[in-house]
């Protein structure tokens, strides 16, 4: 991608662009599933986003952006299954019990579990970095064992299991990222992104299909569709090609930001729109978190530059 003559405002402006859209995905979520059943609503969702972002790489690329070898569209059909599918999935079925926030900050844990992942494989993070994990691991605690009580703590109802589905969505978030900057992968990264989202696309439709999931259409409110789609559309193609020139032209520590201003943002928006309210202890669990990541994100600022894309978790 070439960058010259670029100007550092505009990438700027454009992380202000993907702080906002992706953090405001958690809440899109909550409105889409009141009338949408969970499974359904991500699958039709990426499913179009996919499509959408695939016709825009064929229109500006050509055909000879989706050629890939089969080692790169296993690299594609495995993210597809660890980032739209298992990740987003899981957390959409969660937010059915769980606030939008809370979500939100859970799923911020993702840098801190890509570090253990390097740990097991033989790799030896910095001291620095390590004590950010742990620091994490505290604020994790705390956000998932501080009790709901009437609704309040990010949970609905006695879900005690939502927050604990999320961690798991994170798990496989970081694995999928994990996974797929060590293998090879197609020379496009917009053709791998919109292959990843096909690919969970038909994971997650076929998931509704076997779970029994019937949506009545007839019966969905104009708040469900408008988020639907500015989740399959908005979200899909503008925050993922700002997130592109963004890291095109910023450092990759300062585009790493999004993993902290995101929570913050998905935070504020169930609050103010939602009415979400939190227990004190979450609230500072979830600070604790956000610490973490951005001790995490620091330590590993003079590390070589990586430019392969990865979505949002939402």
Do not use: C, H
Not at 144 to 173: C, E, I, K, M, N
Not at 240 to 257: D, E, R
């Amino acid at each position: 991608m070439n960058v010259a003559g670029r100007r550092p405002a505009l990438a700027w402006s454009a992380l202000g662009v993907v702080y906002v859209l992706w953090g405001s995905t958690y809440l899109a979520n909550r409105f889409i599933i009141a009338d949408v059943p969970p499974l359904f609503a991500s699958g039709t969702r990426f499913l179009a986003g996919g499509s959408l972002l695939a016709i825009v790489v064929l229109a500006t690329a050509g055909r000879r952006a989706f050629r890939m070898s089969w080692p790169q569209f296993g690299t594609a059909a495995l993210a597809g299954l660890l980032l739209p599918a298992w990740g987003n999935g899981l957390v959409t079925i969660a937010q059915r019990n769980v606030a939008s926030g809370l979500a939100a900050l859970l799923i911020a844990s993702v840098p801190m579990w890509i570090v253990v992942l390097r740990v097991l494989t033989g790799d030896r993070p910095r001291r620095a970095t390590i004590g950010g994990v742990g620091l994490g691991v505290a604020g994790l605690a705390l956000l998932l064992l501080a009790g709901p009580a009437a609704g309040s703590g990010g949970v609905f109802g006695t879900a005690w299991w939502g927050p604990w589905l999320v961690l798991l969505a994170a798990v496989g978030w970081a694995s999928g990222t994990f996974a797929t900057t060590r293998m090879p992968a197609p020379a496009n990264p917009f053709a791998l992104a919109a292959g990843q989202m096909l690919v969970g696309g038909v994971i997650l439709f076929t998931g509704s299909v076997l779970t029994g999931e019937r949506p009545e259409l007839g019966t969905v409110g104009p708040g469900a569709w408008w988020a639907w789609g500015y989740m399959a559309v908005v979200v899909s193609l503008v925050a993922f090609s700002a997130y592109a020139y963004a890291l095109a032209v910023l450092p990759v520590s300062t585009v790493a930001t999004y993993a902290y201003v995101n929570p913050v943002i998905a935070v504020l928006l169930g609050v103010l729109v939602a009415g979400e309210r939190f227990s004190p202890a979450q609230l500072a669990g979830g600070a604790v978190v956000l610490l973490a990541v951005l001790v995490v994100i620091a330590a590993e600022r003079p590390r070589k530059r990586r430019t392969r894309l990865a979505t949002s978790p939402a």
